[in-house]
C-alpha cells in the first residue's frame, strides 16, 4: 500500500497550475527549547508554531538541535495535504545528524538518506489541513562551530519538490520555496505568499535554491526565470580568485585553488581585487614548516625558504644546540636527537662552550631497577631522582618484589567484542577536535572492589582533572579509572583511543574492564608494557570521559605505582569519529601509586587565533598571547585578516614610560614618537635600564613570556609564614605576570627573577606571590640570597634546591608562597628565584605590579636571545614596571629600597 500510494504521487497524478496546496513552502525551523536524547523515538507534534512569523532559522554554536521540517501554506490558503517529496542538501563533515523522523504515516526514501543529495516521499492517511504541518524531525549540530554552515531543503533529486492532495488522481501543486537553516549565519525563511513569483535561484558556489526574483537578489544570487526548477541544476560555479604562492592570481576552482597551495577568496571574486603577499616555506628552529609571508615566518624568529617554496617536501630540519650525553660529554645535536638519548639539551644554536652540563645521579624505577641519569630526564620518565651524586652501587631503589607481574584470573571472558584494527587508523595532525587531551588515573576511594564479576563503567565521579585521585594507601584493592581529560574550551568527540599500561612487581591487577564498545588488546593485556586499543560507536563529547578501569592492590602493602605509557605499535593516540578518522595524540600520560603519589596531567587551554593588528598596521592570524607578546592589538578570537582600522603605531616616550601608540596620539599626548613599528621591548624610554654591561647578541625569539595585561588580585589570607615581618616592593594589587621559557633559562641560574632590600638581620623566608595559566606540573625552582655588587646581584649568600609550589592560583588570581630561610643579610641584599625548567616552556609567572610604591625588579638573561646579556632591569624585556611579587620575612624590620626608576636604583647605591 505504502508503495503503491508514493507511486500515484510521482508518476500517475497529472500535474495542477494551481490545486489546493498552491503556494505552500516548506520550511525549517531549529527548535532549541528540546534537548536530543538517543532513545526519544520521534520528536514529531513539539514544534508548537501557529505560524511562519515564528520560524527560527538559526542555530549559534555546536550544540545538538532538533529541526522540524514544516509545511506552511497562505493565511487565505484550504490546503489539503497528502503527500510530499523534497530533498535535502548540506556539507556532510561540517553538517552532522545524528538523529531523524518522519512525521507522515509512511514513507518512501532514496538510498542513503538522510545523507546530503538524497531524497524522500511522504504521505498520509488523511489529508493535513491546517495552515502549519509538521513533515520531519532531524537531530543535527555543526561540526565546526563557530564556523558558518548551513543545512537545506531542496527538491527530490529525482521526483522534484510537491505536495499532493487527496484527490483521484492527486493533484500535484509544487512546492513555491524551501527553506535553509543557518549555523552561526542567517537562514532563509520561505514564508508562504499570494500569489508568489519564484524560480530556480544560482548561488556564485554553484548551488540552487528556488526563491523569489526579490530574495535570490538579495542573497547575491542569479535568478533563473518565473517557474524554472533546481531538479536538474541550471547553475554552474563561478570561478574566484585564488592567490597563488609565488604573489600571483588566476581565477579557478576551490578544490584547484587548494592543490596549488594557494589562498582561496571565495566564489566570484576577481583577482584585480584581491590581495596576494608572496608566500613561502617558513621553518622553526623545530623544524616545523608552515607557508606563510616573509614578514609573518621573520616576525617569529624563523627562516624564511624563498617565495614559492612550499613544505612538501620538507626542506626544514631540527637546528642543533648543546647537548649533554649521560656520558657528561656534550655534542651539537637536535632536541628530539638528544633526548633520544636521555641527554640535556640547552637550546638551538647555544654551543658547547656556553652549557654547563648538569649532575648526574641514581634514577629509580618503580620496578625497583636503578640507572644514572640526569634529573629531568629521569622525572621526565615518571622516575624518582635519588640526588647529585648519588650512585647505583648498591641499589638504592629496594621496591622489586620478585614476584610475577599480575595476577591474572584463569578463563576470564572477554567483557567486549573485538573490532578491526583499522578502526582507528586515520589522518595524523594533532590539530582536530581531541587535541591537548590527555589520560590520567584515577581512584575512587569510596568505591569498593568485589571478585564478583563486576563492571565498573559508569561510576567514576571525578568531575575535575584537578580533584584526580593519585594515590591509594592499604592492603585491599583499589578500582582506580583511566579517565581522558580535555581542557575547559575543547569539543572533544573522541570515537577511539590506544595506550598501554606499565607497572611494578609488587602491583597485584586483580580484574580490568573496558568503557568502550569495542577493544582489540595486545595478546598480553594487561601485562607490563603491552598495549590496547579501544573505539565508541558514537564519539564521546564530555570533557572526561572513561576509558578503561582496573582492581589492583600491592604486595604485603608496599610502595609501588603504575603508569599509563604508550601502545607498544600504535602509539597513545586519540581518533575522532570522522571517515578517515583525524589522529590527535594523547599530550601527556598520567600515574598512580600506591603508598605515595602518583601524577594527573591536567590539559591547558587550547590556543585560539584571531586577528592581530601589527605595530606596522598589518594584520596577521595569532593567538591573543602570541598578539600582546608583538605588542600588537588583538581583534578577538576567531576574528579574521583584514581589520579595519589596522593603523600603524609605535613606541611613545612619555618622560620615561613607554607606550604603544599612533604619531598622532602620542603628539597629542605630548610624548616623542619613537617611528612607525618601534616598541617598548626593551624600552627605548629609560635613560638608564642596564645593571650590567652585558654584550648583545643573538635574535629575540618568544623565550620571554607573559600572562597578559589584567588585574590580578593577591587573595585575601595570604600573608607569609609569620616567622619575621613581611617586606614587599610590590603593593599587592598585580597588572601582569612574567616568566622565561625555552632557552631563557639555563643553569646556573640564567633566567632567573631578584629584588633587593636592606639586611643587617636574619631572613626566615622567602616570599613569592605567582600565577599559572594551566602549565604547571610539579615544576620547582631554586631559591637564592645574593649579597650586592652596588647595582645588581653579587655572590650566591644562600640557595634552597628543588622547592615545588602547590595550589599555584590561575591568572588574574595570585596567590603567596613562601621558602624557609635561616641566614643572616649583611646590608643590602637580593632575594629571587631560578624556575628549574630549561629548555621547557614556563609553567608559571611571577606577578608583576606596574604601578606601585616601586623596588628594583631584575633579571638574568641567557646569551644569545637578543638583550644584554647578565642581571638586567627587567624592564628591558617587558616594558616599564615597578616591582616583581618577591619579598621577605625578617626578624628585624627590613627597609625596602623605595626607587621610580633605574636611574633611583642606582643612587641608592651610589652609582
Known amino acids: 500500500m505504502l508503495v503503491v500510494a508514493l507511486l500515484t504521487l510521482g508518476a500517475a497524478a497529472p500535474r495542477a497550475v494551481a490545486g489546493p496546496n498552491a503556494n505552500g513552502t516548506l520550511l525549517l525551523h531549529a527548535q532549541e527549547g528540546i534537548t536530543w536524547c538517543q532513545d526519544t523515538a520521534s520528536y514529531c507534534g513539539q514544534s508548537g508554531l501557529p ?122 501543486d509544487p512546492i513555491a520555496a524551501f527553506g535553509v537553516l543557518g549555523f552561526d549565519q542567517p537562514g532563509f525563511v520561505a514564508c508562504p505568499t499570494v500569489p508568489t513569483v519564484a524560480g530556480a535561484c544560482c548561488a556564485a558556489d554553484g548551488s540552487c535554491v528556488v526563491r523569489t526574483p526579490e530574495s535570490c537578489a538579495e542573497s547575491g544570487g542569479v535568478y533563473q526565470g518565473d517557474g524554472t526548477d533546481c531538479v536538474p541544476n541550471p547553475c554552474t560555479p563561478v570561478p574566484g580568485a585564488c592567490c597563488l604562492l609565488d604573489g600571483s592570481c588566476i581565477h579557478t576552482t576551490e578544490a584547484e585553488c587548494a592543490q596549488q597551495d594557494g589562498i582561496w577568496n571565495g566564489w566570484a571574486t576577481l583577482c584585480a581585487e584581491a590581495e596576494c603577499p608572496a608566500r613561502g616555506a617558513c621553518c622553526s628552529v623545530e623544524g616545523q614548516c608552515v607557508v606563510v609571508t616573509e614578514t609573518d615566518c621573520l616576525a617569529q624568529g624563523d627562516a624564511y625558504q624563498g617565495d614559492g617554496s612550499n613544505c612538501d617536501p620538507s626542506p626544514c630540519g631540527p637546528l642543533s644546540g648543546a647537548c649533554c650525553l649521560p656520558s657528561q660529554e656534550c655534542v651539537p645535536l637536535s632536541r628530539a636527537d638528544c633526548e633520544a638519548q636521555d641527554g640535556v639539551w640547552s637550546y638551538h644554536g647555544v654551543p658547547c662552550e656556553e652549557f654547563d652540563c648538569p649532575s648526574l645521579g641514581a634514577c629509580c624505577t618503580w620496578e625497583g631497577s636503578c640507572r644514572v641519569a640526569y634529573e629531568s630526564v629521569c622525572q621526565g620518565a615518571g622516575e624518582i631522582y635519588q640526588g647529585d651524586g648519588t650512585s647505583c652501587d648498591p641499589n638504592p631503589c629496594p621496591r ?239 576574528t579574521i585578516c583584514p581589520v579595519e582600522p589596522c593603523l600603524p603605531r609605535g613606541a611613545c616616550c612619555v618622560a620615561e614610560i613607554c607606550s604603544i601608540q599612533t604619531e598622532e596620539e602620542c603628539l597629542v599626548n605630548g610624548g616623542a614618537f619613537q617611528g612607525i613599528g618601534t616598541d617598548c621591548l626593551p624600552s627605548p624610554c629609560v635613560t638608564t635600564i642596564g645593571c650590567q654591561p652585558g654584550a648583545v647578541s643573538g635574535t629575540r625569539g618568544g623565550e620571554p613570556r607573559s600572562v597578559g595585561p589584567g588585574e590580578g588580585v593577591l587573595i585575601p589570607e595570604s600573608r607569609g609564614t609569620g616567622c619575621g615581618t613581611l617586606s614587599m616592593n610590590a603593593d599587592g594589587q598585580y597588572e601582569n605576570g612574567i616568566g622565561w621559557s625555552y632557552g631563557g633559562v639555563r643553569p646556573p641560574y640564567f633566567g632567573a627573577f631578584a629584588e633587593c632590600y636592606q639586611g643587617g638581620d636574619e631572613v626566615c623566608s622567602l616570599v613569592l606571590d605567582l600565577t599559572q595559566t594551566g602549565s604547571h606540573f610539579d615544576d620547582s625552582i631554586d631559591a637564592y640570597l645574593w649579597d650586592s655588587d652596588g647595582t645588581c646581584p653579587g655572590n650566591v649568600i644562600a640557595v634552597q634546591f628543588g622547592y615545588v609550589p602547590s595550589s599555584i592560583a590561575y591568572w588574574p588570581s595570585v596567590s603567596r608562597h613562601t621558602v624557609n630561610f635561616n641566614q643572616f643579610v649583611p646590608g643590602e641584599f637580593w632575594a629571587g628565584y631560578w624556575g628549574n625548567w630549561p629548555g621547557q616552556y614556563v609553567p608559571f609567572y611571577v606577578a608583576v605590579d606596574l604601578d606601585g610604591f616601586g623596588g628594583c625588579p631584575v633579571t638574568n638573561i641567557a646569551p644569545g636571545l637578543g638583550y644584554a646579556t647578565g642581571w638586567q632591569n627587567a624592564s628591558v624585556v617587558w616594558g616599564p614596571m615597578k616591582a616583581l611579587g618577591i619579598g621577605v620575612e625578617m626578624n628585624q624590620m627590613p627597609v625596602p629600597i623605595q626607587a621610580a626608576s633605574w636611574g633611583r636604583v642606582k643612587a641608592l647605591y651610589g652609582k
Open 51 to 172: 505560524d511562519c512569523s515564528q520560524i527560527d532559522a538559526r542555530v549559534n554554536g555546536s550544540q545538538r538541535t532538533i529541526i522540524f521540517a514544516l509545511a506552511a501554506f497562505p493565511p487565505d490558503g484550504l490546503p489539503r495535504m497528502k503527500a510530499v517529496t523534497f530533498g535535502l542538501d548540506y556539507e556532510d563533515g561540517r553538517v552532522l545528524l545524528v538523529g531523524s523522523g518522519s512525521c507522515a504515516d509512511f514513507e518512501l526514501t532514496d538510498s542513503g538518506w538522510p545523507g546530503p543529495g538524497t531524497g524522500t516521499s511522504l504521505t498520509w492517511d488523511a489529508a493535513r489541513v491546517g495552515l502549519m504541518n509538521e513533515v520531519y524531525w532531524f537531530a543535527g549540530y555543526s561540526y565546526y562551530a563557530p564556523v558558518p554552515s548551513a543545512f537545506a531543503l531542496t527538491p527530490n533529486p529525482t521526483q522534484g519538490g510537491y505536495f499532493g492532495d487527496d484527490s483521484v488522481p492527486a493533484l500535484l
Open 400 to 638: 622489586n618484589c620478585n614476584l610475577a607481574p599480575v595476577v591474572r584470573w584463569e578463563n576470564r571472558p572477554s567483557a567486549k567484542p573485538q573490532f578491526a584494527p583499522h578502526r582507528l587508523r586515520g589522518t595524523p595532525g594533532g590539530e582536530g577536535v581531541n587535541r591537548g587531551g590527555v589520560l590520567i588515573l584515577h581512584a575512587e576511594s569510596a568505591l569498593a572492589y568485589t571478585d564478583d564479576g563486576s563492571d565498573y563503567c559508569g561510576q567514576a565521579t571525578l568531575a575535575s582533572c584537578d580533584d584526580a585521585v593519585t594515590r591509594h594507601d592499604g592492603l585491599a584493592s583499589t578500582v582506580i579509572f583511566a579517565l581522558a581529560a580535555f581542557a575547559e574550551n575543547s569539543t572533544p568527540r573522541v570515537a577511539g583511543v590506544s595506550f598501554g599500561l606499565s607497572y611494578g612487581n609488587c602491583v597485584v591487577l586483580e580484574d580490568w574492564g573496558a568503557c568502550a564498545d569495542f577493544e582489540v588488546p595486545t595478546a598480553g593485556w594487561p601485562e607490563t608494557g603491552e598495549g590496547t586499543a579501544l573505539a565508541w560507536s558514537s564519539a564521546r563529547t564530555t570533557l572526561i570521559t572513561e576509558v578503561y578501569w582496573f582492581a589492583a592492590y600491592t604486595y604485603e602493602g608496599r610502595l609501588d605505582g603504575m603508569s599509563l605509557i604508550e601502545h607498544p605499535t600504535q602509539g597513545a593516540v586519540f581518533a575522532d569519529d570522522r571517515v578517515p578518522a583525524v589522529i590527535d595524540p594523547v599530550q601527556r600520560l598520567g600515574s598512580f601509586g600506591f603508598g605515595q603519589d602518583g601524577v594527573a596531567p591536567c590539559p591547558s587551554d587550547l590556543s585560539i587565533d584571531g586577528a592581530c593588528c601589527r605595530l606596522d598596521g598589518t594584520c596577521m592570524l595569532a593567538s591573543s598571547q602570541e598578539c600582546i607578546n608583538q605588542q600588537g592589538t588583538y581583534a578577538g578570537d576567531w
